[in-house]
């Protein structure tokens, strides 16, 4: 099993402390967002890898050595993401970037540059935020983490219920043909320049014809060439969430412990918030202590084990 901590919250910035409880008990519970009376409860003995998906994973790394070594052989890969936006965009991450480089930084030579991947997610374009911008911004990026990744992921901002809601702040312009010869040109240009795999997952524009390369954040190359190294045997399935064969997501399939609508970052484009008020009511019903990441599990809930 591969644990994803996390899509929908970002886990490592904001509930490290509950991660943290939850490797010390042996188990970690998430609802169905789908059907929140239904609880898959994980057995961390059954977890082969655990990818840590976050904008800021400072808060996280007090607890990493303790996490590893109750969790010594469970594999660890950091999906990271840095974009250049400001705090009109990003009003917390922002203040953080220099920690966060030093952090990627860190974390490859802990882990390894093969277990780090770098998100350049979303690319959104407005009259800030032009074409140029992103060029400019993508080129001082690189040589900053040049030796701690082998892969880099790009995505283009998509509508969801936030954006939309915020669309009248973020102005968001289209991209045209001509935006996406120019960044598939110039970002595959430069990250290649550095030796660095650049690719989309889950895009219409996928960029290969500008020269990107053909991946996935999660491949089934990469998990196999990862775990193979502790020599288990390992059957891998496709995620499900995208069957438009012309935006298929070809990622193996994680199990996400995380949930909508708790994360405080309340970055302009999320995908996984859609009512600040919402945020803050399931914050405070956190609890370090609880197997859920929001609330507690209820009498009537349908416990199943997720294997």
Not at 56 to 78: A, G, M, R, S, T
Not at 114 to 124: E, G, Q, T, V
Request: with cysteine; charged share 25%; net charge positive.
């Amino acid at each position: 099993m591969i644990l994803f901590v996390s899509g929908r919250s970002d886990i490592p910035t904001y509930y490290p402390k509950w991660f943290y409880n939850r490797v010390k008990e042996g188990f970690v519970d998430t609802r169905n967002p789908f059907n929140p009376k239904l609880v898959s409860r994980i057995y961390f003995k059954n977890v082969d890898m655990i990818v840590f998906c976050s904008k800021n994973v400072h808060p996280l790394l007090p607890y990493l050595d303790e996490i590893q070594n109750i969790l010594n052989n469970i594999q660890f890969v950091f999906h990271l993401t840095l974009t250049p936006y400001n705090e009109d965009i990003e009003p917390i991450i922002a203040k953080s970037k220099k920690i966060i480089i030093e952090d990627i930084n860190f974390l490859a030579k802990k882990y390894g540059k093969d277990n780090i991947f770098i998100r350049y997610d979303p690319i959104l374009k407005n009259k800030r935020y032009t074409i140029a911008f992103h060029l400019k911004a993508f080129n001082k990026l690189l040589p900053l983490i040049k030796y701690s990744t082998e892969n880099i992921v790009i995505s283009f901002v998509d509508y969801y219920k936030n954006t939309i809601k915020n669309n009248d702040f973020l102005n968001l312009e289209s991209f045209s043909t001509s935006d996406y010869k120019l960044i598939g040109e110039n970002f595959s240009k430069i990250a290649h320049l550095y030796k660095i795999n650049i690719f989309t997952c889950g895009e219409k524009e996928n960029l290969t014809e500008y020269g990107f390369d053909k991946g996935a954040c999660i491949s089934k190359e990469f998990v196999l060439k990862i775990l193979n190294k502790s020599g288990k045997e390992i059957r891998l399935k496709r995620q499900t969430f995208r069957k438009d064969n012309k935006f298929s997501c070809n990622c193996v399939q994680m199990v996400d412990i995380g949930a909508y609508n708790s994360c405080l970052s309340f970055c302009k484009y999320c995908y996984a918030n859609y009512s600040e008020n919402e945020v803050l009511f399931n914050f405070k019903n956190h609890d370090d202590n609880s197997s859920l990441l929001i609330g507690k599990v209820n009498e009537d809930d349908i416990i199943k084990e997720r294997k």
